[in-house]
């Protein structure tokens, strides 16, 4: 097993982590305790798998994990993230992750993912699997998707995630004015007038799960 390096935050996180993993006989990297860190301690390492919490970097995950590959191009990402906000951005970015997990996962999926991981497969944890197949679609197979570009899609999914517009404005680097464009932009398109009503639409034509896996403890939240 490759090592782990430990960008999470919270120590009770990194030690339930570290018992996780102990009991495999993984090696652990546990002094990253910031960006600088962390970098610092990839430049002697060849193949690491970086376990990336999405609280970790105050400075952004996304201009962190851009680092990540530039100082370590071998290294694996998995990106443990705690709202389906944050998870969708990241895929919808194309980003280098190598695998999902999504708030509290149980041992025994830890250890998988890791493990897949590690073998250069792609992990997903079940519930944002479902979320990242209705992504893929096209408007072949989802109606309500018809006509909406790149941006609107993801503005859609963000706002159906449960995200406020300063919220999704701040994960696109736009302002709140742009995100109100783009919400009465979908308003339009969909024959909605609120959110509301794009919400329900959005899960009535199957894009957005309601309920999760019965082993996952995330559930995608409603606005109202």
Same mark, same amino acid.
Request: aromatic letters at 10%; one cysteine or more; glycine letters at 6%.
């Given at each position: ?11 009770? +996180?990194?030690a ?12 652990? =990297? ?6 600088? @860190?962390?970098? =610092?301690a990839?430049?002697?390492?060849v ?7 999405? =609280?970790? &970097? ?12 530039i100082?370590?191009? @071998?290294?694996?990402?998995?990106f443990? +993230? ?11 970015? %194309?980003e280098?992750?190598d695998?999902?997990?999504? !708030?509290?996962?149980?041992? !025994? ?6 493990? !897949?991981?590690? #073998?250069?497969?792609?992990?997903f ?7 990242? $197949? @209705? #992504? ?22 963000l706002? &159906? ?7 999704i404005?701040?994960? /696109? ?5 742009t ?5 009465y $932009?979908?308003?339009k398109?969909?024959?909605? !007038?609120? %959110?509301? @009503? ?8 199957? /894009? ?5 896996? &019965?082993?996952?403890?995330?559930q995608l939240p409603?606005?109202?």
């Amino acid at each position: 097993m490759r090592q782990i390096v430990l960008a999470v935050s919270g120590g009770v +996180c990194r030690a339930g982590l570290i018992a996780t993993f102990g009991k495999e006989h993984w090696r652990v =990297n546990t002094e990253s305790a910031n960006r600088h @860190q962390l970098l =610092n301690a990839l430049r002697t390492m060849v193949d690491p798998l970086i376990i990336l919490d999405s =609280n970790f &970097c105050a400075q952004g995950s996304k201009a962190l994990i851009r680092a990540i590959k530039i100082q370590a191009p @071998q290294s694996k990402i998995l990106f443990w +993230c705690f709202r389906a906000g944050s998870a969708i951005d990241h895929y919808m970015a %194309d980003e280098a992750i190598d695998g999902y997990l999504y !708030q509290y996962s149980e041992e !025994q999926e830890w250890l998988k993912a890791c493990m !897949q991981v590690h #073998l250069g497969y792609k992990y997903f944890t079940p519930y944002l699997a479902q979320i990242f $197949r @209705q #992504l893929r679609k096209d408007s072949s197979e989802v109606p309500l998707l018809s006509g909406l570009s790149k941006r609107e899609r993801l503005v859609l999914q963000l706002l &159906c995630s449960g995200d406020t517009v300063a919220k999704i404005a701040e994960r /696109l680097f736009i302002s709140r004015k742009t995100v109100n464009t783009f919400r009465y $932009r979908l308003f339009k398109k969909t024959n909605t !007038q609120n %959110d509301v @009503q794009l919400v329900h639409l959005a899960i009535s034509s199957g /894009l957005v799960p309601v309920i999760a896996n &019965c082993f996952e403890h995330g559930q995608l939240p409603v606005t109202e």
